[in-house]
């Protein structure tokens, strides 16, 4: 048994018992959460999730404990056209989509549609963006354009992870987790005051993440899709009479092994096999070691010199350092094997000013964030040139401004009007080297390689791109149970630098900077809403209505090519032109006694109106052969819960089924990669003794065993119109990158059972 083997048993008895999250939430926070109305910060200040208007979903703490969430990634289980996945060959890098807008390239260069946020601090990298849920008061999930209050990237919504505050009093909680595939967690948080008057607390929490693989890479031995994480956390607050200040600190050490991918055709070059397990893999690349570490810390400090006024200052510090051996062929052969780097961090300061008093509420801040990110990579093309090895280092550095301001006016007690604004200022600077290398890999990999020819790209240079972003919300409120609203809103992302793209093959007249540049992007959304309690506030109801148009679309991707007369691949980066994306959203909760029922509906109609590639030499529009990705046309779930009487406590039996329907992997469709419609179905039974003192639940998630494709690589060859795969007359598939054919696919987890044992002293 290896060493990290060892500690799950241990780990397992060690945190036998537990609580998730550790500590009660704040009542605040909790205050109606069993019909809906959770406290939010959507427009940075406290709001009942019904009068907030603003289409969004919020889950407390509590809610997520209960479904037996384990990262950010379940909610795409819960929320309507939302799509969250871990990227390919790692656990911890996230892909994001929200209604249409997203992105899952992560090198550096290209950045998300979806911001994430960690305690108000925003995270620029998609890198060790999958975060564990513990430790967590709630999840919101914002949808829509949220350029005004939030800013960078958050052109298709953003996601906000919000930790707990720490209580006046002495707490110890533990979680434990064991279950199928040898899952061994723990969780354990202690918070207490420091002084005596509570005036100063502290609180930190330790957690162990582990499960073994759901298969097996049959080449190198090790277990393919398993868990080995530690996490940790660590909070300092200060709660004056008007002052509130915390300083925190996170840590996660992901030692997982590498995700290997499965081939869905044989080997051209080895005849390797198609597995029959989908979570097997026959990938030979182990090196460098699968490693990433990641860590931060933040301070947010607010004062209320008057009942009227608040300040705020957020400054944050974030780090984040990846290994990852990707082999895309997923065979033995050193075929398109890709060592890489990813090495990422970043500064942030962010100052708000609010003032609310009678009608009026106001906020105006501003935003500052230096963030810079290397990748480097190798493509080892071992099977075509001896050694042949094409090499990528591409430091990209992003200096990031804005300005802004929103203003809300009760015009009656009914009817309100907001408007808002964010004046935004990017600068890109990029260093992209590309060279080839015989004989073996690059230095930067060991590789014992020898640089040929003169580099393909040796880029140095930068770019600036300004913008303004406004939103205007037109709100009325007939009762206190309904909230109806109408938004017009607008979301910016900024254009950059290939780092993938060859310089060389520039066409005559157009400089390496040109040719290697992409624009920004833009969103235009239209939204109408209701928000309603109804049936003496037994059913909560949200519905929404949306139409957002998106131009110049950012779609980067590589081909394979031929540069200096070798075989290689280039970055394809292209601004794609027109795509509308229009839809519904509901979501709803009835409590009927001890029967409660929850469902989500979201439909989305996302198409390209234009899509301008060259083939031959010439734009083409090949918009109607084109598919927006990672955006199925319908997704939602349906869930009951029933408190079942007990003599002490309370018994919960909850179950419920999730589904999408079809989902193109990438804009080009094709049937060996892209997922067909599924469901999902779950369940579980809690046991919570009085007073919450503590818990014992069993979790069933995937029960009928579903197998869906998550993502993948392609590398063979299509027509470049229709997208259509090509064949020998054999009846082969032509490889275009290598030799092996790289069809490869990455696949969600099959059924997991497991128990959760929680305590609180």
Request: with cysteine; glycine share 12%; aromatic share 10%.
């Amino acid at each position: 048994m290896n060493a990290r083997n060892s500690l799950r048993p241990f780990t397992a008895i060690l945190f036998a018992s537990a609580a998730i999250g550790a500590l009660p939430a704040p009542a605040l926070a909790q205050q109606g959460a069993s019909n809906g109305d959770i406290i939010v910060t959507a427009r940075r200040r406290n709001e009942s999730l019904n009068s907030v208007p603003i289409t969004m979903t919020a889950l407390t703490g509590d809610q997520l404990a209960a479904k037996g969430f384990a990262d950010i990634t379940s909610l795409a289980d819960e929320v309507p056209n939302v799509t969250l996945e871990p990227s390919r060959g790692t656990n911890s890098t996230l892909s994001a989509f929200i209604r249409g807008v997203g992105q899952q390239d992560p090198v550096s260069g290209f950045e998300q549609g979806v911001g994430i946020y960690l305690d108000d601090v925003y995270l620029n990298r998609p890198q060790a963006a999958v975060l564990d849920i513990y430790d967590v008061e709630r999840v919101e999930v914002l949808r829509g354009p949220q350029g005004t209050l939030y800013g960078r990237n958050t052109i298709g919504g953003a996601i906000k992870y919000v930790t707990k505050k720490i209580d006046d009093k002495l707490h110890l909680g533990l979680r434990g987790t064991y279950g199928s595939y040898d899952q061994a967690d723990g969780v354990a948080t202690i918070s207490s005051p420091i002084t005596k008057d509570g005036l100063i607390r502290a609180s930190g929490t330790l957690a162990r993440l582990t499960r073994g693989g759901f298969g097996k890479n049959l080449t190198t031995g090790l277990s393919n899709y398993n868990k080995d994480i530690w996490a940790g956390r660590g909070t300092l607050e200060v709660h004056g009479d008007k002052i509130f200040a915390r300083l925190t600190g996170d840590y996660t050490h992901d030692m997982s092994n590498p995700r290997g991918g499965h081939r869905e055709i044989p080997g051209q070059y080895s005849g390797a096999p198609v597995l029959a397990n989908v979570f097997d893999t026959q990938a030979g690349l182990n090196s460098p070691k699968q490693d990433v570490k990641a860590w931060g810390w933040s301070l947010f400090l607010e004062a209320k010199p008057s009942e009227a006024l608040t300040l705020r200052s957020i400054t944050a510090f974030r780090k984040d350092d990846s290994a990852s051996p990707i082999d895309f062929d997923a065979t033995a052969s050193q075929d398109v094997d890709v060592p890489a780097y990813y090495r990422n961090k970043q500064w942030s300061q962010e100052l708000q000013v609010l003032y609310s008093k009678g009608r009026f509420n106001g906020m105006a801040g501003f935003y500052y964030l230096y963030a810079t990110a290397l990748t480097q990579f190798d493509v080892r093309l071992f099977t075509t040139v001896a050694g042949l090895t094409a090499y990528t280092d591409a430091n990209i550095r992003t200096d990031t401004m804005a300005g802004f301001v929103n203003m809300s006016y009760d015009i009656t007690d009914q009817i309100s009007i907001e408007a808002g604004g964010r004046y935004t200022w990017d600068k890109r600077y990029a260093q992209i080297l590309r060279q080839n290398y015989v004989g073996g890999g690059s230095p930067t990999f060991g590789g014992a390689g020898t640089a040929s020819g003169a580099a393909s790209t040796n880029f140095l240079g930068s770019a600036s791109y300004t913008k303004f972003t406004p939103r205007v919300s037109l709100n009325w409120k007939p009762d206190s149970n309904n909230t109806i609203y109408a938004s017009f809103s607008q979301g910016f992302k900024g254009g950059g630098f290939d780092p993938r793209g060859v310089g060389v093959n520039a066409p005559a007249g157009v400089t390496q900077g040109q040719y290697l540049s992409f624009r920004p992007e833009k969103v235009d959304s239209y939204e109408i809403g209701l928000k309603t309690r109804l049936f003496d506030r037994k059913l909560a109801l949200n519905l929404a209505a949306f139409r957002m148009d998106y131009t110049d679309v950012q779609i980067p991707g590589s081909v394979a090519c031929t540069v200096g007369g070798l075989p290689s691949f280039c970055g394809v980066v292209s601004n794609a032109g027109k795509a509308r994306m229009q839809g519904v959203e509901a979501e709803g909760k009835l409590k009927l006694g001890a029967l409660s029922l929850n469902g989500s509906l979201g439909y989305i109609d996302a198409k390209y109106l234009q899509y301008i590639t060259l083939i031959a030499g010439a734009p083409t529009d090949v918009a109607a052969n084109r598919k927006v990705q990672n955006t199925p046309a319908w997704t939602g779930n349906a869930s009951a819960s029933y408190a079942i009487p007990v003599p002490a406590g309370s018994l919960d039996l909850s179950g419920g089924v999730s589904w999408k329907s079809t989902t193109y992997q990438f804009e080009v469709p094709n049937p060996y990669l892209d997922q067909p419609a599924y469901a999902l179905f779950d369940a579980s039974l809690v046991y919570r003794a009085p007073g919450g003192r503590w818990t014992l639940g069993v979790y069933g998630k995937n029960l009928a065993d579903k197998r869906y494709k998550t993502s993948g690589y392609t590398y063979v060859a299509a027509n470049a119109t229709t997208g259509a795969l090509t064949y020998t007359g054999a009846g082969n598939l032509i490889p275009t990158l290598g030799k092996e054919g790289v069809l490869t696919t990455y696949w969600g987890n099959p059924r997991q059972v497991f128990a959760t044992a929680t305590v609180n002293f």
